[in-house]
């Protein structure tokens, strides 16, 4: 959730992206999403946390885990990245 509200209400215009892209929550089934993206931790039963920037043909484009406790993805370098492209 804090990874969702900084996603959501990053400064999108200081890098002239239009809008917030889609930010996906993994609630149900439980994991299915994150498993399929090879970022769910078994043992704690819950996802590790992670970004990803995917483009509107489903390619993996970017991809950023952080398993240090309250360490974030990098968020601004993914919205740069996201106004980067063509």
Request: charged letters at 20%; proline letters at 5%; a negative charge.
């Amino acid at each position: 959730m804090p990874v969702q509200l900084a996603w959501v209400t990053a400064n999108f215009e200081q890098h002239e992206v239009s809008q917030a892209p889609l930010v996906l929550s993994d609630f149900w089934p439980h994991g299915e999403v994150s498993r399929s993206y090879g970022v769910f931790n078994e043992e704690r039963g819950m996802s590790v946390r992670s970004l990803f920037v995917i483009d509107t043909d489903g390619t993996v484009i970017h991809a950023e885990e952080s398993t240090q406790r309250g360490v974030l993805p990098d968020i601004e370098g993914a919205v740069e990245l996201i106004a980067n492209l063509e």
